[in-house]
């Protein structure tokens, strides 16, 4: 960012009905270089010159037929959508000075010009007129760079949904005490699980078949927080049948590296090549 450049490529609009004022003033901006200026003796154009050019900087006389200063700038509020209203009011009346203030004119300069201090105030006015715009640019392109981020999240998890719905039986989670926290699918059934509630209120009863050898071996693994890929362990039913079921799990940490449950997916092979 070349601040002194884009402060000369600043667009200005003079407005004071007094032409030798106008003359003055767009002498003394060309003179320091600043390329975009224009001007008007009527003040009750300005509200629409500000809504088709989007003033960097009016430079606006308070004593003026017609419109004085202080509606234009009450015109200037209700018209335009951007809040900062970029205004240095003219006045050789130095009780107008705090009034203009209060209206919203972010600065003033005294008639006659001090042609040093209209430079300074100029100058001054626009750095922090054009750092609060590059502001407001940087938090558009942030809000729209976090909804783009929001957008690619949501389509990545509904993509992860499909392809753990395809891959597997079931999903499931719990938490850091082994209570089921979520599952999708006939998880429960399959399993023959007996659970009241999915909150954690109640620790899941297992129907008895299973082989205990390999159910230690899982418990081990999930007791030291490890991941587990294709896991197979079976049970047997009351009437000698046999069910087998694979399974992959990961644990779950929050920001603060804390174990937080596990997550995975399984299927039934029972039946299957």
Request: with cysteine; net charge negative.
């Amino acid at each position: 960012m070349n601040m002194a450049v884009d402060i000369l490529a600043a667009n200005i609009l003079i407005v004071d009905d007094q032409s030798a004022n106008v003359q003055l003033l767009e002498q003394l901006l060309a003179g320091a270089g600043y390329s975009h200026v224009s001007a008007t003796m009527k003040p009750e154009e300005v509200c629409a010159l500000h809504r088709k050019n989007a003033y960097d900087l009016i430079l606006l006389d308070l004593q003026m037929p017609v419109m004085d200063g202080f509606q234009v700038m009450e015109g200037l509020k209700t018209s335009v959508t951007d809040s900062y209203l970029p205004v240095i009011v003219l006045t050789a009346q130095p009780g107008h000075k705090l009034r203009a203030l209060q209206a919203g004119a972010k600065d003033f300069i005294s008639k006659p010009f001090d042609l040093v201090e209209v430079k300074t105030r100029i100058h001054n006015m626009l750095e922090v007129r054009l750092l609060y715009k590059k502001l407001a640019d940087y938090n558009r392109e942030l809000e729209a760079t976090v909804a783009e981020r929001t957008a690619e999240l949501r389509e990545s998890e509904a993509r992860f949904r499909s392809l753990t719905e395809l891959a597997s039986d079931w999903y499931w989670e719990q938490d850091e005490n082994g209570h089921f926290t979520k599952v999708s699918g006939p998880v429960l059934e399959m399993l023959g699980l007996q659970v009241e509630s999915l909150r954690g209120d109640t620790h899941p009863t297992l129907l008895g078949g299973w082989n205990e050898t390999e159910r230690e071996t899982l418990r081990r693994t999930i007791a030291e927080r490890q991941p587990f890929l294709d896991y197979v362990f079976c049970r047997t039913g009351s009437d000698g049948s046999e069910q087998c079921f694979q399974v992959s799990g990961e644990p779950m940490f929050d920001r603060s590296s804390r174990f937080i449950g596990y997550r995975g997916i399984g299927v039934e092979l029972t039946g299957k090549h």
